[in-house]
Structure formats: C-alpha cells, structure tokens
C-alpha cells in the first residue's frame, strides 16, 4: 500500500508542476496528457459535487440550482501523515494556503467570475485546485460542468452543445479515467454520463459508474439491477453512493461524520448490506487509487519513452537558443570571441561561394568596371578640335619641330585622370557589397540571435573596419591610376614610329572612326587634318592599352586591400578591444532579450521536472 501511494503521489506531484509550468497542452502528448486523470461526468443535479465531496472529506464546493460548475476544477488530493493540519492551495494564488474551507468556496466562485462573469455562461479554463489532508487517498479529478439537455433563461443557445465539448475533450483521451455519476431514482437509460461514457470509451475500460441518491428512491424499489450489471454492465462494478441529505447540508454536518452515516445506510440495508463493503465513498476512493496503480504500471514504459523523448527535445532546443553563459569575465570573454568566430565563419562562406551573396563582387569586376569604362568621354577628349587644342598650348611659343612630345604627355595625362572615377567606384560597389554581408552574417549567425547589444557591437565594429579597407584600397587605385601618368611606356611610342603611316582609311582607333563624322576643323593654321588625326589615334592606342591594364589591375588591388582584408582582419581591432574591456561592459554585451532568457529558464525547469519525474518514477515503480 504504502508503494500504491508513493506512486500515485509521485504522479501527482508531476502533474502539479507540469499545471505549475504550463506543461499541459501543445503538440502532441504532454507528460500531463500521459499521466491518468479521473474526470468526474454527469447530469445537472446528478450529485456530482457531494460525490467529490465525500472523496475529499470536506465540504468545499459552490453549491446551487441550473449551472453551478462553469469552469473544469482540476482537483489534486496529497495525502500527508496523520496529526498534520490539512490545507487547500490555488495555482492562480500559489502563495496562500487556505485551512478554512468555506473560504475555498468562495475563491472557486469568485475565480470562476473572473472568467465568465456573474452569468451563466461557461468556460473551459481550468481552476487548479489542491487539498493536502491526511483523510484523502492520492488522485487528480476533475469535476466538469454538468450535462444539460436544455439552455435555460441567461445562457447561450450553444450552452449544451459547449458543455458536451468541453466534456468530450477531456474524458476522450485514452489516459483518462470516467467516473459516470447517475442518479439512483432516474432511468439508467437516460444516463447523460452513461451515454457520453459509451461513445468516448465504447469498450468500457475507462469508465466507473456510480450511482447516487439510492436512499432517495421510491420505497418497495432498488438500484440492484444496477449495481450488479444486469440493467448495464461495465467492466468495473458500479458503486452506489448515499450523499449527504440536505437538512445534513444546512446543519453543516461533518463530512467525515458523514461518511459513517452513509456506512451504517449500507451496512444496515436489506437491499445492499451484502454490497455494504462495496459501496460508499470511502471505497470508491480506494477503488480509483487501485485502479490509478494499475493504469499506471501499464503505462509506465510510454511515460518514461515519452519522457525520455521530452528530455531530448528539451535539451536540443536548449542547445538551439543557447546555453546559460558564466558570470565571470573569463567565460564572458571567451563566449564572446566564440560568438564572433561563429559570425565570421558565417561571413567566410559567404565570400567563399559557401553561402550566396559573394559572387556580387565578381559581377562588380566583371560588369560594372567594364561598363563604366566604356563610357569613359575620351572620344571627346581626342577630339580633332581638343587635340589641336592641347598640342598647341603644350608648345607655348615654340611649335614642335618633329612631334608634340608635350602635347602627347598632356593628352596622354588627360585621358588616365578619367579612370579615377570608374576605379573609386569599384571601391566603393565592393564596399557596399561587404556591408550587406555583414548585415546578412549577423542575421544567419543562429548563436547570434540572442544577443541584440553583441549583434550591434559586431554590426559597427565590422563597418569601422571595412571603412578603413575602403579608405586603403580607394589610395591603391587611385596610386594604380597615378602611376599609369608618372611614367609612360615608351616601348610603345618607338615601335609606333618604326610602323608605316597608315592612311585615314585604314586607321582602326576608337578616335580615328569617330573623327570622320565629325566636322571639319576650320581655321587650322598650323597642322594638317590627317596629323592631328594620328597623333589622337596615337594617344587612344596608348590609352586603350592602359585602359586594359587598369582594367585587370583594380580588381587586384581591390580584393587585397577590401576583401582579403576583410576575410583575414575584419574584426581584429574589436578582438583588441574587448581585450581591455571590464566585467560590467563584457556582461552588457552579453544582453539577452529579456523573452529568450524567460524561456531558456522555462525551458531548464522543465527539463529538470522531466529529468526528475524519470528518476521518481524508476526508483518508485521497480524498487
């Protein structure tokens, strides 16, 4: 006996902190699910309450005409050693322990007001109610509204239909126990809970049924047909019960003194003093805690799989969102550099073809480059009349005598300052490219997501560090560009003067076939159309040749001083940074969202109750 109630007390207490945790409902079947429940079914005025009542032996439950149990009670009965002083405690106010059970009365009526309201409507919100008393066997029961056939004055055409539902969706699963009350002095065959008991349970494994109100029948007849299961067997014998009289009620008789009362009825009657060590309340409590060890025992190997299965899922979400981090500055620092190598793997693969998003720098090389140089106004620059121009002023007072070597450099300087623009460009496209990145990175680093103030530090300490890639690789190119203007090819000009002069006609440069559309040059005192024409052809060639070395050129450039750097370098200065930093600026980079950190701890209590439960339930069941 005393391993009967070590069990079922163990079953209880899991079932009171999973209600305590929430632990009662969501996908698939909760630890609260696959533990057994008894719920208690019946008619309006079957008797149900004074059933409950005399389990518990105390007098606790509102009592009144039409609808009286509007929300489901979830009642949890702990037995404690005799001599200790019994109490009742609420989950809606955990801290108040409640010794008067008038005052439990109220609180049910007043905490089921909250929800519906001084009406009569319904809700299927339970109250969590315990009661730890040395005269009670361990068991949960639910008391549930009364069936109803018809709405009455106040209450929603839809009242029995909800009731039934609400009903149903408690006593179908198949870990719950029914407790059919039926009232002795109606038909058994307009049983509400009968009826509602047959469909849900059609094999009748679940169910107990108890018949009430026996001492109320007319006189010359009994419920034997009943209670020995020829008017409706079940495979659980029935239990009759005798509640207490409502002059009983009104004087504010004992319930325990009531349950001798109702002893000595059985005892003493010709009907059923054969039945008497199977009748009562007191027998239908132990009955159910018997039959509670028995279901139990079966179920023990699904409990533990699916607590086992619990205890994974617990442990793999912990590790999704991350584990409580340490308090000191040594653990602090190291999450931190582990959460930002974890940030820049993520970044890595991104440039590395791993991830999408890094082959948008190639496409700034292999498209946007090109493109802006070919729009490049050097046609215009080469122009007959600009030439003529440049060539002229080049040599002052002093016309060249054999070619406008000046003028060649000045034309040739023109041209090159043109690539500036196109190579910062390229600068500044890859540099936006690497910000976005890094935006991405963040977003993806699931170790991330926790921490907001990190994601932020990581955010701006990133964008500092690819501003001065930026700022380094912007000086290369424009030195690339420079350099292109300091110092000439001059292999280039000796082999175009050791070439046949070719004629306008077969000239192929960019210039020579735009300056044939263009007017002609009026007024050239000095030089004739055709040298002008070869000298721009010239410069366009050199410019051309130029233009395909800065073209493979800034690329390189750009990939060393912004991509490379940022692949191998990109978040060094923080790592020196966070290096200095004191206790107190390490934990506020570690703030979490305050919602991650409450279900982390839901989460850890949970897994502990399920841990718990697992080694209880082993060292009670199989010792």
Known sequence: MARLESLI???NRIQRACTVLGDHGGEGMSLWEALPTVAVVGGQSSGKSSVLESVVGRDFLPRGSGIVTRRPLVLQLHKIDEGRSEYAEFLHCPKKKFTDFASVRKEISDETDRITGKTKHISNIPIHLSIYSPNVV??????LPGLTKVAVEGQPDTIVEDIENMVRSYVEKPNCIILAISPANQ???????????REVDPSGERTFGVLTKLDLMDKGTNA????????YRLQHPWVGIVNRSQADINKNVDMIAARRKEQEYFETSPEYGHLAHKMGSEYLAKLLSKHLEVVIRQRIPSIIALINKTIDELNAELDRIGRPIGVDSGAQLYTILELCRAFDRVFKEHLDGGRPGGDRIYKVFDHQLPAALKKLPLDRHL???????????ADGYQPHLIAPEQGYRRLIDGSIVYFKGPAEASVDAVHFVLKELVRKSIAE??????????QSDIAAASTEALERFRDESRKTVTRLVEMESSYLTVEFFRKLNSEPERTPGQAGSKADKHSKEREPVQNMDTFGDNYLRRIASNVSSYINMVCETLRLS????????????????????FYAQIGRQEKERLGAMLDEDPALMERRTNIAKRLELYKSARDEIDSVAWK
């Open 9 to 11: 007390g163990l079953v």
């Open 138 to 143: 361990n068991l949960t029961l639910i008391d």
């Open 187 to 197: 038909d058994i065959a307009t049983s509400d809970a009968i009826k509602l008991a």
């Open 224 to 231: 034997l047909d009943v209670i020995e299961g020829r008017s």
């Open 383 to 393: 122009s007959i009349k600009n030439v003529q121009k440049v060539v002229t002023e």
């Open 445 to 454: 680093t699931e170790e991330l997501k926790r921490f907001p103030t990190l």
């Open 554 to 573: 800034i690329p390189k450039a750009v990939v060393h001083c912004q991509v490379r750097e940022a692949k191998r370098n990109l978040l060094n200065h």
